[in-house]
């Protein structure tokens, strides 16, 4: 990356600078082609299915959800459905919530059935969060925290985005039970930038804008 | 960094106000971080997030994990919206202000 700026800054000309940037970073829809052509080739074994995957965790929108839909048709048995399983985590139909049930009951692999029971607890934790207070909003809030804790007993080490499910699922917890619209703000404890130390609640009697930012 | 210009207008016009923008600052580089706040105006407190940048303790308590992330919250410190931006910002800190006049 930072070999890549030095070359892509002393570099004047406009059209070389284009050049320089697709040879090291290309551009993922131009090869979709190919893996399109390597699922049909493949269609029905791992190869097949490791080329949608492929299509859908570089692509967005509705290529990747037309894709994610076509893994789950065609490929509900794969343990390759892993790398998915967070798409269906943030998808609000209903189909979504179907499969991460049956996934989570009937996949034959362990890390299957664990990012399904992840990513369906994050999903009907969205779902509460559109639904208005009642019985049925307390529900979906009562199954997500649950699967949040089935993640934890039965899932705890299985590698999840450079971490494992276990610290996933705890942070989300957290968020679930501490950080939603009308509760307390936790306190935060800390120093700012010349090193002098407060506190989030020196400011209670304040409005407060809390914003998490970086200069990048 | 596009926010910078939104957050500088909003604590201007606040000023005086029970308000304040606080931050949770995740860079890595806190010395480099110095000419940014100089040159961009950066008045409001934030609290530093440590070394490990974007991966330090309180943004990984906080279940931070896109940048920026917003929460606002009412002058008891309950938490009353997440995530808005730009007017959406504006409205919902005017409205929490006017209810403390309530």
Same mark, same amino acid.
């Given at each position: 990356?930072?070999?890549?700026?030095?070359?892509?800054?002393?570099?004047?000309?406009?059209?070389?600078?284009?050049?320089?940037? #697709?040879?090291?970073?290309?551009?993922?829809?131009?090869?979709?082609?190919?893996?399109?052509?390597?699922?049909?080739?493949?269609?029905?074994?791992?190869?097949?299915?490791?080329?949608?995957?492929?299509?859908?965790?570089?692509?967005?929108?509705?290529?990747?959800?037309?894709?994610?839909? #076509?893994l789950l048709r065609d490929y509900k048995d794969s343990p390759l459905l892993e790398?998915?399983?967070?798409?269906?985590?943030?998808? #609000?139909?209903?189909e979504s919530r179907v499969h991460l049930r049956s996934l989570l009951a009937d996949?034959?692999?362990?890390?299957?059935?664990?990012?399904?029971?992840?990513?369906?607890?994050?999903?009907?934790?969205?779902?509460?969060?559109?639904?208005?207070?009642? %019985?049925?909003? %307390?529900?979906?809030?009562?199954?997500?925290?649950?699967?949040?804790?089935?993640?934890?007993?039965?899932?705890?080490?299985?590698?999840?985005?450079?971490?494992?499910?276990? %610290?996933?699922?705890?942070? #989300?917890?957290? %968020?679930?039970?501490?950080?939603?619209?009308?509760?307390?703000?936790?306190?935060?404890?800390?120093?700012?930038?010349?090193?002098?130390?407060?506190?989030?609640?020196?400011?209670?009697?304040?409005?407060?804008?809390?914003?998490?930012?970086?200069?990048? | 960094? !596009?926010?910078?210009?939104?957050?500088?207008?909003?604590?201007?016009?606040?000023?005086?106000?029970?308000?304040?923008?606080?931050?949770?600052?995740?860079?890595?580089?806190?010395? !480099?971080?110095?000419?940014?706040?100089?040159?961009?105006? @950066?008045?409001?407190?934030?609290?530093?997030?440590?070394?490990? +940048?974007?991966?330090?303790?309180?943004?990984?308590?906080?279940?931070?994990? +896109?940048?920026?992330?917003?929460? @606002?919250?009412?002058?008891?410190?309950? @938490?009353?919206?997440?995530?808005?931006?730009?007017? !959406?910002?504006?409205?919902?800190?005017?409205?929490?202000?006017?209810?403390?006049?309530?």
């Open positions: 990356m930072a070999k890549f700026m030095a070359a892509y800054q002393a570099e004047q000309d406009e059209a070389k600078r284009n050049k320089l940037l #697709e040879e090291t970073y290309p551009n993922p829809t131009d090869y979709v082609p190919r893996f399109r052509a390597l699922a049909a080739q493949f269609k029905g074994t791992e190869a097949g299915a490791g080329a949608l995957v492929w299509i859908a965790t570089k692509l967005y929108g509705d290529t990747q959800e037309a894709t994610v839909d #076509e790398q998915v399983m967070h798409f269906l985590g943030q998808r #609000e139909d209903d996949s034959p692999h362990r890390n299957v059935q664990a990012g399904a029971c992840h990513a369906l607890a994050l999903n009907l934790r969205g779902l509460a969060a559109d639904t208005k207070r009642g %019985e049925q909003k %307390e529900a979906l809030i009562a199954e997500s925290r649950a699967l949040f804790m089935r993640v934890q007993n039965d899932f705890d080490d299985v590698p999840y985005h450079g971490r494992t499910l276990g %610290e996933a699922a705890r942070a #989300e917890l957290f %968020e679930s039970d501490r950080l939603q619209i009308g509760m307390l703000a936790p306190d935060i404890e800390g120093a700012d930038l010349n090193g002098v130390a407060f506190k989030l609640s020196d400011y209670r009697g304040k409005v407060v804008v809390l914003d998490f930012w970086g200069n990048w | 960094m !596009a926010m910078y210009p939104h957050e500088r207008s909003l604590v201007k016009r606040l000023a005086g106000e029970p308000f304040a923008l606080i931050g949770v600052n995740s860079d890595k580089d806190l010395e !480099a971080l110095q000419d940014v706040l100089l040159e961009e105006n @950066i008045t409001w407190r934030s609290f530093w997030n440590g070394p490990e +940048g974007t991966s330090g303790p309180i943004s990984t308590q906080w279940n931070v994990r +896109g940048w920026p992330t917003i929460y @606002i919250l009412d002058h008891e410190g309950k @938490i009353r919206f997440k995530g808005p931006r730009g007017k !959406a910002m504006d409205k919902a800190v005017d409205k929490l202000l006017a209810e403390m006049k309530e």
